[in-house]
């Protein structure tokens, strides 16, 4: 069961584990950045997102974690973390999007009950292209193991286009209250592209300030290999400046097919 829940949290995020149904109580929503208290930022017209191309030598560090715990048959609670910490320095554009990047994995960990264990890109370093050889070992040159090949591409499943996120919002100015659900889906598309199927989502912009607009977000998705199924409700961050999704914190329930549930926190931060 616990190998389960590993494979699980590493799916999330390039890479979290996963409900039957979105749980009946209130969850308190959790607060990304800025001043909760502030006016939103509505213009004339109301909220805009600009859009900006990739430039070489621009450079973007994250930071993801996903956290499920349970209870085991005996009661006990057992828990499972990912950490993954990387990051992208953009070498070639095609266009408005990137073509080729170089990707450092400073941080790819899991920790069963509280213990380390390296994933096989943990602190490595690789050059993803959209021409062939797609992904290749940034200090030997070498054709990776294919096992780091679809780690490493799970991060980068939208290279050559514009992000999800940015193609989902509109062009036209949002307003406060207004809906988006299609990025519920762009966000599941972050979490796994190959792991994860959404299933239904809303994302509701709640407030703006300066820099950023905040949308109320829930999802449901399941999980492609496993079955396993998540609900989660929370916050996401998008900036103005370019619609870049600058961070995320959803919690809620994941469940298993064969009935057992536990709790599911993701969180996701761009710098």
Known sequence: MRKSVVLALVALA?????????????????????????APREERGGVRFGRENARVGQRLRTRVVAKSSWRNPQQELETTVYESEYTIEV?????????RVRIDFTKNLTFEMGQPSATVIDGKAYVVSVESPAVVDATTGFVPSPDEIARVTDVLPDLGTR???????????????ESRDALAAAITRILHPRHWS???????????????????????????????????????????????LDGFQLRGKFARPNGEEGDLELSREVF
């Open 14 to 38: 390039g890479c979290a584990s996963e409900p039957k149904k979105p749980a009946e109580a209130a969850l308190e929503v959790p607060k990304l950045g800025g001043d909760a208290a502030a």
């Open 91 to 99: 070498l070639a554009v095609l266009g408005p999007a990137p073509s």
């Open 163 to 177: 992000a999800q996120v940015d193609q989902v919002l509109p062009d036209d100015a949002m307003r406060i209250g």
């Open 198 to 244: 959404h299933e239904r989502g809303t994302a509701v912009l709640t407030r703006a300030d300066a820099t950023h607009a905040f949308f109320e977000v829930t999802l449901e998705a399941r999980s492609t290999s496993s079955g396993m199924t998540m609900a989660v409700h929370g916050q996401a961050r998008v900036r103005l400046s370019d619609a870049r």
